[in-house]
């Protein structure tokens, strides 16, 4: 059985830094996709960034989080990350990792991931 945890959310003032993990188990994830995607109240689940886990490429779609946000992974711990740097107001969400075995490369598309974790809470005070 395939479990993603997330861990590291927290309250933290603008400009601000904090880590994201995501802990993968119950699987080999050598061929996966891990993404993470971000709910703001009311809004939809956004994708911020994903990293292939076999090779260690990366994406990043949108504007909003290039050059803040990057991915990496940890294969001796099974663990993905996500480290935010210069946080803003507009990046208050739920954080979530998933992870994909497209072989088709990494998605942006929630649909495109069948494991989820629970979620973390990222809150940025102005």
């Known amino acids: 059985q395939v479990q993603l945890g997330e861990s590291g959310g927290g309250l933290v003032q603008t400009g601000g830094s904090l880590t994201l993990s995501c802990v993968a188990s119950?699987?080999?994830?050598?061929?996966?996709?891990i993404g993470w995607f971000r709910q703001a109240p009311g809004k939809e689940r956004e994708f911020v960034a994903g990293?292939?886990?076999?090779?260690?490429?990366?994406?990043y779609p949108s504007d909003s989080v290039k050059g803040r946000f990057t991915i990496s992974r940890d294969n001796a711990k099974n663990t993905v990350y996500l480290q935010m740097n210069s946080l803003k107001p507009e990046d208050t969400a739920v954080y979530y990792c998933?992870?994909?075995?497209?072989?088709?490369?990494?998605?942006?598309?929630?649909?495109?991931?069948?494991?989820w974790g629970q979620g973390t809470q990222v809150t940025v005070s102005s």
């Open positions: 998933a992870a994909s075995s497209d072989i088709w490369g990494i998605s942006r598309y929630a649909h495109r991931y069948e494991y």
């Open positions: 990293i292939s886990w076999s090779d260690g490429n990366t994406y």
């Open positions: 119950g699987g080999d994830f050598s061929a996966y996709i």
